[in-house]
């Protein structure tokens, strides 16, 4: 059959509506002989009669052989160059206790964005020194407790930050190591909304304002100036962005470097990963080096040595381990009216093929944000059906609810029907929400055949715990109730 009036242009007519990309899914990922998924051992229809769906699966060797992917190409990168790299995993992708041990035992230190983020590294066991703080608005008590942790960096955002984080060091009476995060006027080819190095935006200063920030943060004993640090966005398929942003940082830097050390620089993550067989990232080792050589290259040029340089990935390790299991409920065909390739030509009608699946922008909020593309793939079975174009949606009540816009899936793709979405690792369990009172699903790892809960779904039961409505009465408490004492 040919490919669909209704396909996007980068979407391909597959040979095989049942293949499985390489690129997009874990390297695990198989189908045996029934035709079923099977992921980290464990075949799909296993794990949902076990387990339920919507299933979030986390394959735990992909998660960890993509940590030690990188931690390699950039120590290497870099080791050649004359100095080392540092890797923190960014938890905002996707942060459990199990994932920060993982990464931990691999080697990356962790990159908290919240209290709440680095609380789950500290309960993990990871050593504070190793874990790094962001935030545009850090509370002071998110401060007071990075700092009385002993974490490893607090990245400072804002002026109003230079004195809350030395107060609150002083208090316990430590020197707290901070990075200056600013904007290299960089900016990511990407959806404007994962753009953050652009100056009308809400992180960081001004690369202009460098040397009058390094200077406040140098006048308290109770700070010492780590180096700069950068984000230019996310999504990232090449290192032409981030070579420019370290040549701009690094100018700041060797200006600092005249008024004490800057040991570190850091120039943050955002490097993309396959969600569709039409995405083509460049490999991580080759990012490494031609980002390593651009410093080298801008070091000598400024005769300055080269500094530790720092990297925060999240979505290059944990995205691809990602996968999540879906039940089809309904299918139905819509005609869909395609104007004609000119004004002359009359208009035909085409049929687009809505899959609805149980769950939906509650579990995958991607969609919705930021027009991201998926692809699926039937998980409980094999099919000989000839190839349709359908349009994955979910079930909320949001005409936006959609899980995968555009995929071709075998024609017979029905009720009942497992569907597995790749590519689900990074910014799906972390934008979750209870949308129309649906429980975010639980996160299930597998590695070797066996399958392990690591986090726990959420029932009705859990959603109404927490409305006073439903409470039992002496278990209400209205602080505006006065009482007689």
């Not at 076990?50 to 979030?56: D, E, I």
């Not at 030690?68 to 995993?89: H, N, P, W």
């Not at 083509?280 to 651009?294: F, G, S, V, Y």
Request: charged letters at 20%; a negative charge.
């Amino acid at each position: 059959m040919t490919a669909s009036p209704l396909a996007p242009a980068w979407l391909e007519h597959p040979a095989d509506p049942n293949h499985l990309p390489s690129r997009v899914w874990p390297r695990s990922a198989s189908r045996d002989d029934r035709g079923a998924l099977v992921v980290g051992g464990v075949p799909a229809d296993t794990l949902a009669e076990c387990f339920g769906t919507p299933l979030y699966v986390v394959d735990e060797g992909e998660a960890r052989a993509r940590a030690r992917q990188v931690l390699d190409a950039f120590g290497s990168a870099f080791e050649a160059i004359g100095t080392r790299a540092k890797v923190y995993y960014a938890g905002k992708a996707f942060l459990t206790g199990t994932v920060a041990r993982w990464m931990s035992d691999e080697g990356l230190a962790i990159d908290a964005c919240s209290g709440g983020e680095l609380e789950v590294a500290l309960r993990a066991g990871v050593e504070p020194a190793r874990i790094g703080l962001h935030g545009n608005n850090k509370s002071l008590a998110e401060i007071d407790r990075a700092v009385e942790a002993g974490i490893g960096a607090i990245v400072i955002d804002s002026a109003i930050e230079i004195e809350r984080i030395a107060a609150a060091a002083e208090r316990r009476g430590r020197v707290q190591p901070v990075r200056l995060r600013v904007n290299s006027g960089v900016h990511a080819h990407t959806h404007d909304f994962l753009a953050t190095a652009h100056e009308d935006q809400k992180f960081g200063v001004r690369l202009d304002q460098a040397a009058e920030f390094v200077a406040r943060i140098r006048s308290f004993d109770s700070l010492s100036f780590l180096g700069f640090h950068c984000h230019i966005g996310s999504q990232i398929f090449d290192s032409g962005g981030f070579a420019e942003s370290a040549a701009r940082l690094l100018e700041a830097h060797a200006a600092a470097l005249e008024g004490g050390p800057v040991p570190e620089l850091n120039l943050g993550g955002g490097f993309g990963i396959a969600y569709t067989s039409a995405d083509d990232p460049a490999p991580i080792d080759e990012l490494a080096r031609t980002i390593a050589d651009a410093v080298a290259g801008e070091c000598s040029r400024l005769g300055v040595p080269v500094p530790v340089v720092a990297f925060e990935p999240g979505r290059s390790i944990i995205g691809t381990a990602g996968v999540t299991l879906y039940t089809v409920g309904t299918v139905k065909d819509v005609l869909v009216q395609v104007p004609g390739e000119r004004p002359e030509s009359p208009s035909s009608e085409h049929v687009r093929r809505y899959v609805s699946v149980d769950g939906g922008m509650s579990d995958n909020a991607r969609p919705a944000l930021y027009g991201a593309e998926y692809s699926a793939r039937i998980a409980s079975r094999e099919s000989a059906a000839d190839a349709a174009l359908v349009r994955v949606a979910g079930k909320h009540c949001e005409s936006g609810d959609i899980v995968v816009d555009a995929e071709y899936l075998p024609g017979d793709v029905g009720p009942g029907d497992l569907l597995a979405v790749p590519a689900t690792g990074a910014y799906c369990w972390s934008l979750s929400s209870n949308y129309n009172h649906l429980g975010r699903p639980p996160v299930v790892a597998v590695s070797e055949g066996a399958a392990t809960m690591i986090v726990r779904g959420e029932t009705i039961d859990d959603l109404l715990a927490r409305d006073l409505a439903f409470a039992p009465q002496t278990d209400q408490n209205d602080p505006t109730e006065e009482t007689d004492r």
